[in-house]
């Protein structure tokens, strides 16, 4: 069954929304909503412009949502406590704060929208009060990680568990309540529908990195060495394929010896710490980076594999993307490449696969470069409309089909 593709459509008045989330991706939306006067009121974690005394970096929002009403420190305060005296399921001494705080408040608006597992009291809140319902669904659901996960972890001795049951479920039940639902991807709609999310509810809006447009903007260097620089970027993990890329690279180092390196940048999750301890030959691991120093590798590599299992909508392959990487990444990754044309899609959970495409960029240079090209030119394309558009064309198709 075919899943919205929402278009905008000239409106008559633009709908107020009141927002729950946190604080990174949403933050795109709730400057677009601001700036126009619709963002009644936002509920988050803490948020801040870069002035008062508490200025945490993953805190710092656009100046005119500081304004807006919703800000939650305590929630924050006791999640860094949890994970300090590391308490199990620390998440929920956050995530459920977060949401009695935002139950007790009530405004008037036309659409509520919900991400997170917080959102479910004052989502029907809103409803009660005859709100439009919108949760947003940026990863899958714990019903379809479990699918894509659990053999991966059983194959190293694992159980995968999610970090909170109580959590996790609250997401099922948002997404089953709510009026309409939003997907950052195919793959993460085919996973509401997997979970029983009617069809007609979902709702494709794909996302797009704050980063983009800035990597579009800069020239890739000009290289006079020889040597293929392959670049990973992410959590180490076993949810994100790093074991199977690990053993691809063992045979395509033996292969192409020392006309290849790989870099991988991001941190190392307990689940993935013996593979890192033990990296084979040409392969690099920096460790978490800034945003800059990300940027610069990006610009400096040929080809950007991300192998993961199970993702929402892979801010870094958009990056990578936008810098003009040749992109390996799997359909689970929910990536917006297109097969053959702006990247390659393979399998997860196939080493083989990650052999025989690095190898098939690196032995036809022009279908690199190629690929590479198509994927800026679609980023840039995406860029172009804006996230905020596209959620706005979604609310009005949502509104059109609940009058």
């Known amino acids: 069954m075919e899943l919205i593709r ?11 929304v009141w927002m729950v989330s946190r604080v990174d991706q949403a933050a795109i939306l709730a400057s677009h909503l601001a700036r126009h006067n619709r963002l009644i009121r936002w509920d988050s974690f803490w948020r801040h412009d870069g002035t008062g005394p508490l200025t945490p970096a993953n805190r710092l929002t656009d100046p005119v949502l500081a304004k807006v009403s919703g800000r939650h420190l305590v929630p924050d305060l006791l999640a860094k406590v949890a994970r300090k005296i590391r308490l199990p399921a620390y ?7 977060l949401s009695m705080l935002t139950a007790l408040h009530a405004p008037r608006a036309d659409i509520f929208h919900g991400q997170g597992n917080y959102s479910l009291p004052a989502m029907q809140r809103a409803k009660a009060r005859g709100m439009i319902t919108i949760a947003d669904i ?69 996302f797009l990195s704050p980063h983009c447009q800035a990597l579009l903007a800069r020239a ?12 990973y970027v992410g959590n180490l993990s076993l949810a994100k394929g790093i074991a199977h890329l690990l053993d691809a690279w063992s ?19 307990p689940c993935a710490r013996s593979l890192i301890e033990n990296l084979p030959d040409g392969c690099e691991w920096l460790g978490p980076l800034s945003q800059d120093k990300v940027a610069e590798l990006m610009l400096g590599s040929d080809i950007f594999v991300f192998p993961s299992l199970s993702e929402g909508s892979s801010l870094a392959v958009m990056e990578a993307m936008a810098a003009g990487c040749c992109v390996i990444t799997t359909f689970d990754a929910g990536s917006p490449v297109v097969n053959h044309i702006t990247g390659l899609i393979i399998p997860p959970r196939n080493s083989d696969a990650i052999t025989s495409a690095v190898s098939a960029v690196i032995e036809n240079p022009q279908m690199r470069k190629s690929l590479a090209q198509s ?6 394309e995406d860029t172009k409309t804006g996230y905020g558009n596209r959620v706005d064309a979604a609310y009005d198709a949502v509104l059109s089909r609940h009058g």
Do not use: M
């Open 375 to 380: 994927a800026r030119d679609q980023i840039s």
């Open 138 to 206: 940026t990863g899958q659901l714990a019903e379809t990680r479990h699918k894509q996960l659990g053999e991966e972890y059983a194959s190293h001795n694992r159980t995968y568990r999610e970090i909170s049951g109580f959590l996790a479920r609250r997401r099922t039940r948002e997404a089953l309540f709510a009026d309409a639902v939003f997907a950052p991807s195919d793959t993460v709609a085919g996973g509401l529908l997997d979970c029983g999310v009617a069809p007609q509810k979902i709702f494709l809006v794909p």
């Open 251 to 269: 045979f395509l180092r033996t292969t192409y010896r020392v006309r290849i390196k790989l870099t991988l940048v991001g941190r190392v999750q």
């Open 6 to 16: 929402p278009v905008s459509r000239p409106q008559k008045s633009a709908p107020t």
């Open 220 to 231: 890739r260097p000009e290289r006079q060495e020889t040597v293929i620089r392959v670049l």
């Open 91 to 97: 998440n929920l001494y956050s995530d459920v704060p």
